[in-house]
């Protein structure tokens, strides 16, 4: 029985060698791209960065008229797209809260300005899910 497992787990280990394709330089990992949206590299990327922080897009949100009378709070996500410039461009809601809220979370995300983000030390398109909190001042809990 030890034979026959040792022999299986041989072919297996075997086979897998087999079947991967060789990587000839870091050259060709550098630039490998799956699905158009995953770039591997080897360490040189860079995540955009909001101008500001996300600090200086929630100081920028007026509460919607109708959110704050039907006291909704919560959070609407944003997906967008950093450009190479660092203008957002392709907005659209990922998850909402209505009332208002996700009309006023685009119009905060397009007032934006980002440092782009970079592969290589090359600016680069990346789309990014910003999250904005949407909560009442000066809230009583009643138990």
């Not at 200086?56 to 704050?68: G, R, T, V």
């Not at 007032?111 to 782009?116: N, V």
Request: with cysteine; proline share 4%.
């Amino acid at each position: 029985m030890k034979i026959f497992i040792t022999v299986l787990f041989s072919f297996i280990l075997h086979f897998n060698l087999i079947c991967q394709e060789p990587v000839n330089s870091s050259s060709q990992l550098k630039n490998a791209t799956l699905n158009n949206f995953t770039t591997i590299t080897d360490g040189n990327e860079k995540a955009p960065v909001l101008i500001g922080g996300i600090s200086s897009l929630q100081s920028k949100i007026i509460y919607p008229k109708e959110a704050k009378a039907k006291n909704i709070e919560g959070k609407v996500f944003i997906k967008c797209k950093i450009t190479t410039e660092g203008l957002v461009e392709e907005i659209k809601v990922v998850k909402g809260l209505g009332f208002g809220c996700d009309e006023e979370a685009i119009r905060v995300v397009k007032s934006s300005r980002w440092i782009p983000g970079k592969i290589n030390n090359r600016p680069v398109e990346i789309d990014v899910t910003i999250p904005l909190i949407f909560k009442l001042e000066n809230r009583s809990i009643i138990l």
